[in-house]
């Protein structure tokens, strides 16, 4: 199983991963929002899938896609201390901002 990162790192896969989160999407819908041939669609949906990141129902003759969440946990994870970092920025913005307003700057 790949790991969620090397999966995320090509920029198809998370357009992939995007489109899936707004709903469960058919192959062929699929290909036609990414503009990609459906064999290659097809490949990345693979890679996806094998990483568990989305998972495939049929649907009569379809096949539908949707995104799973749970293994993203591992991506969450890194990303927590980058989150604390721009919060602790932003809150300091908007302490900057607020003094310029109690000197009449802002």
């Given at each position: 199983?790949?790991?969620?990162?090397?999966?995320l790192?090509?920029p198809?896969?998370?357009r992939?991963?995007?489109l899936l989160?707004e709903?469960?999407?058919?192959?062929?819908?699929?290909?036609?929002?990414?503009?990609?041939?459906?064999?290659?669609?097809?490949?990345?949906?693979?890679v996806?899938?094998?990483?568990?990141?989305?998972?495939?129902?049929q649907d009569?003759?379809?096949r539908?896609?949707?995104?799973?969440?749970?293994?993203?946990?591992?991506?969450d994870?890194?990303?927590t201390?980058?989150?604390r970092?721009?919060?602790?920025?932003?809150?300091?913005?908007e302490r900057?901002?607020?003094?310029?307003?109690?000197?009449?700057n802002?």
């Amino acid at each position: 199983m790949s790991s969620a990162f090397a999966v995320l790192a090509e920029p198809t896969r998370r357009r992939i991963l995007d489109l899936l989160l707004e709903r469960p999407r058919p192959v062929g819908e699929l290909v036609e929002r990414l503009g990609l041939t459906q064999p290659g669609t097809s490949k990345h949906l693979r890679v996806l899938r094998d990483a568990g990141l989305v998972r495939a129902r049929q649907d009569a003759q379809r096949r539908v896609y949707e995104v799973r969440l749970e293994p993203l946990a591992e991506v969450d994870a890194w990303l927590t201390p980058y989150r604390r970092a721009w919060a602790g920025r932003l809150d300091a913005l908007e302490r900057h901002l607020d003094a310029g307003d109690r000197r009449g700057n802002g």
